[in-house]
């Protein structure tokens, strides 16, 4: 909830953001419709999802899902050389004296091996916004006001706005090429990541980006991360935009060593991906073998890979996958969550539809955020 407003404004914004403690709303199991300027409720028993409306006084609502949220009411508008008018979202960690159930934020720096997170996007194009996440880290352990450093990941960009700032270059992160801002907004700095196209779903380390800021001289660490928000910042309209699905795990050891078992998602020292596929005129299944070959087990595991255009998921055994098509993150059932270390390994599929074009598979499997070989 920044960007690009006068001091005034800014201090409004703080001072209406301090109001969102207030209006907590009961844990979300069946869905809640919020239009209170800053209602909030609880998502998967651990995330927050808020309105966050803090830029306009017109009518915002968003529908709170038992994985994430809609915006299913968005009025107005306001300049687009400016700030947004809100940021719904969702959220690990505190925002402003309100911490989701059981974070582990603020947590030093210096003491997390990974931070995985995954997202699943719904867009629409007849609106002006951004699909960001907002990632917030300050030189002490703070759960309330604004952190010292922001930083901003552009999935996607609808309309004439842009970071903070001004581009300073591009950078390969979590294996992606990312157009690189950085700025002030009065407030606190800010270190933004611009993709160059829409992004609608993704698993990645958090952790990649925090040490591109640590790089960058806008934190050190011996800072703490506080917060992993994800969610939309709309200038116009905006009604039908989603978050599907998020989900935000932090990890002990040392940067990009991710040594700790007591969390889910676990990431990975090392994976290796076997692709199975039996295809018709129309239609094609896939089993995919998933094998551990680091020597720490995985607790909880997450599997990023993208379909080639003109296939969509179908129906899927011994995993979530969503969304059905694209970018997709396949999740481990309850019974297959554990994938032993030194050769452990664990199995799903799916059945699709194709069409349009010849039968590819995917080139590139990501296993909480890592890289996997593929056989």
């Given at each position: 909830m920044t960007h690009i407003r006068s001091a005034a404004t800014a201090v409004l914004a703080v001072l209406g953001a301090l109001a969102a403690v207030l209006t907590t709303a009961p844990a979300a199991h069946a869905d809640v419709q919020i239009c209170e300027q800053y209602g909030t409720?609880?998502?998967?028993?651990?995330?927050?999802?808020?309105?966050?409306?803090?830029?306009?006084?017109?009518?915002?609502?968003?529908?709170?899902t038992g994985t994430g949220f809609e915006l299913t009411r968005a009025d107005g508008s306001v300049p687009t050389n400016g700030a947004p008018k809100s940021y719904p979202s969702l959220f690990n960690g505190c925002h402003y004296t309100n911490c989701s159930p059981g974070t582990r934020l603020p947590k030093q720096i210096g003491t997390i091996g990974s931070a995985p997170s995954s997202i699943s996007y719904g867009f629409v194009d007849d609106a002006v916004y951004n699909a960001s996440y907002d990632i917030w880290l300050d030189p002490s352990p703070r759960?309330?006001?604004?952190?010292?450093?922001?930083?901003?990941?552009?999935?996607?960009?609808?309309?004439?706005v842009q970071p903070i700032g001004s581009p300073v270059g591009t950078a390969q992160v979590g294996g992606r090429t990312w157009e690189v801002w950085t700025g002030?907004?009065?407030?606190?700095?800010?270190?933004?990541?611009?993709?160059?196209?829409?992004?609608?779903?993704w698993s990645f380390d958090v952790m990649d980006f925090v040490g591109e800021a640590v790089d960058h001289g806008l934190a050190d660490e011996s800072w703490y991360l506080t917060s992993v928000q994800a969610g939309f910042e709309p200038w116009q309209g905006g009604a039908g935009l989603a978050v599907h699905s998020f989900s935000s795990t932090v990890q002990d050891g040392s940067p990009g060593d991710g040594d700790d078992g007591d969390d889910p998602t676990d990431p990975a020292a090392g994976c290796r991906v076997a692709y199975e596929p039996q295809t018709w005129s129309n239609g094609f299944t896939a089993e995919v073998t998933v094998t551990n070959t680091g020597g720490t087990a995985v607790d909880g595991w997450e599997l990023g890979f993208t379909l080639p255009s003109g296939q969509r998921i179908t129906n899927a055994w011994n995993a979530d996958i969503s969304p059905s098509d694209g970018a997709v993150t396949a999740r481990n059932a309850s019974h297959n969550a554990?994938?032993?270390?030194?050769?452990?390994?664990?199995?799903?599929?799916?059945q699709g539809s194709?069409?349009?074009?010849?039968?590819t598979e995917p080139q590139a499997f990501t296993l909480n955020g890592t890289a996997c070989d593929v056989s």
């Open positions: 409720a609880v998502v998967q028993d651990q995330y927050v999802a808020q309105n966050n409306r803090w830029g306009t006084s017109e009518t915002q609502c968003i529908n709170v759960t309330d006001g604004v952190n010292q450093t922001e930083i901003m990941i552009w999935f996607n960009r609808v309309g004439p002030s907004n009065g407030m606190n700095d800010v270190i933004s990541f611009l993709a160059p196209s829409a992004v609608p779903s554990r994938i032993a270390a030194d050769g452990g390994t664990a199995s799903f599929g799916f194709l069409s349009g074009s010849a039968f």
